[in-house]
């Protein structure tokens, strides 16, 4: 049962424009959102999150849209530089019902940005 | 400053053979954890460790056992590895447990069972 899914494994975009990377969750006890991005021999690394109360959060290129009522979250990256090529891991969690500790990841979503 | 440290870097068993992978972080943080990272999947929690003196079992635990050696160190031990134990393993650290706290991670370490 995967309760947090990125259904792109991949996305190719063209240096300068929007990348948009999506992710989807089966879980209505979820209210915390996160988005990690590791590159290849690397840990992943925390890039921006959001908190259910709240339906978007910017962070200078990096915006993160959140629509509790579709379960439905979206990164975009604009604009998408080369540096960008990376995994992006969504993940969420719950702060009541026994798992607070936990982070549930998707899969990832390889962004490949082009010169 | 290193953050998160993991050793080793790489190794390779064969079926049967054990092994401990060390973690320390130099953050302060109370709470850490071990992933597994397989092709095509998402991180998996093994164990994680909300407080010094504290041990869970995550979401695949077995097969592994973990100490919390003091605040910075959280090691991971496999008795008797399998082949199905092939993956990258990271280890990360937070503040305190809650998805809301930030987890820093480790560089991994990838474990080849043969």
């Known amino acids: 049962d995967q309760q947090v899914k990125q259904n792109s494994p991949s996305l190719s975009v063209q240096e300068g424009r929007i990348s948009i990377l999506n992710c989807d969750y089966t879980n209505s006890m979820f209210d915390y959102f996160l988005w990690y991005k590791k590159y290849p021999a690397e840990g992943p690394t925390f890039l921006i999150s959001?908190?259910?109360?709240?339906d978007k959060n910017e962070d200078g290129r990096f915006t993160v849209f959140l629509n509790k009522s579709a379960k439905h979250l979206s990164l975009h990256i604009v604009p998408s530089q080369p540096g960008d090529s990376a995994v992006y891991f969504c993940a969420a969690s719950a702060s009541s019902g026994g798992s607070n500790y936990k982070l549930t990841f998707g899969k990832g979503t390889l962004l490949t940005v082009n010169p | 400053n290193a953050g998160v440290t993991q050793t080793p870097k790489f190794q390779v068993l064969k079926t049967g053979q054990s092994m401990t992978l060390q973690c320390a972080q130099d953050?302060?943080?109370?709470?850490m954890y071990w992933y597994r990272q397989d092709p095509g999947m998402g991180l998996r929690l093994i164990y994680y460790?909300?407080?010094?003196?504290?041990?869970d079992k995550g979401e695949v635990p077995n097969g592994y056992n973990v100490s919390r050696l003091n605040k910075r160190e959280f090691s991971l031990r496999l008795e008797s590895a399998a082949p199905s134990q092939t993956s990258v393993y990271f280890c990360a650290s937070s503040e305190e447990t809650g998805g809301y706290n930030e987890q820093f991670f480790g560089p991994g370490t990838r474990l080849t069972v043969l």
């Open positions: 959001i908190s259910s109360i709240k």
């Open positions: 460790s909300a407080s010094e003196g504290t041990t």
């Open positions: 953050m302060n943080h109370n709470s």
